[in-house]
């Protein structure tokens, strides 16, 4: 990370925009225009604040205060931006969000498809709680992509979503409890096993993570 290194030698971080700019992925006119519209809230003692930062692959928007109703719009109008520029990597920063319901939710849903079929895609993290438990209501945990650090959803940019994801509906990875493989439920493997045998999992990571290694004849 361009900027975390800058940071690691004292100096001070080159701004998203400015490493852009640079590219020429946008011009200081559009940036200028990002900028100004988080700018709209503040001075609330509860506010949304929008930060871009991160590197030129991947734009981290910090989210603090209530992302609600009110504020739906304005996280919506700077996902729109961000995807019509040309990100498709955004990571959102979740530390500091101390609200979030439905309305919330919806700024930025709509956008998640769009980043991820230009190979982006938008993750979270830092969620408290509440916000965790807003998505899992919504039935959305296991579409989104949610890690407690930084780090570990920067990485996951790195890899192909469908680690994380589901192929389709949740449960589409299983295994059986003695054996050492996964697969996809439609593998012949699988067909003389009971339903109560197999164990289901959210995604390949989470089948590699339970030390299970891909079946070489359904290739999940
Ligand atoms: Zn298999």
């Known amino acids: 990370m361009v900027q975390r290194q800058q940071l690691n030698e004292g100096r001070h971080p080159t701004r998203l925009g400015d490493i852009l700019v640079k590219r020429n992925v946008l011009s200081p006119k559009v940036i200028q225009e990002i900028l100004e519209e988080q700018k ?10 929008i930060d871009l930062r991160g590197n030129d692959e991947v734009a981290v928007l910090e989210i603090s205060g209530r992302l609600d109703e009110s504020k739906q719009e304005r996280v919506a109008r700077v996902f729109e931006r961000l995807m019509n520029r040309g990100f498709c990597k955004v990571l959102v920063d979740c530390r500091q969000l101390v609200y979030l ?9 709509s956008y998640i498809d769009e980043a991820r079929a230009r190979g982006g895609d938008v993750k979270f993290f830092g969620l408290n709680p509440d916000a965790q438990f807003t998505l899992d209501r919504l039935g959305l945990i296991a579409y989104l992509q ?22 389709g509906s949740l449960g589409e990875y299983v295994s059986i409890d003695v054996q050492k493989t996964f697969h996809l439920s439609y593998c012949p493997t699988l067909e003389s096993i009971h339903d109560e045998d ?22 999940p």
């Open 40 to 49: 709209i809230g503040r001075g609330d003692k509860r506010v949304l604040s």
């Open 101 to 109: 319901d439905s309305h919330g939710v919806s700024a930025f849903v």
């Open 146 to 167: 949610t890690f407690v650090t930084e780090e570990e959803a920067v990485h996951a940019f790195g890899l192909p979503i469908d680690e994380y994801m589901s192929r």
């Open 198 to 219: 197999k164990v289901y999992f959210e995604s390949k990571r989470h089948a590699r993570d339970a030390g299970k290694a891909a079946c070489r004849k359904c290739r």
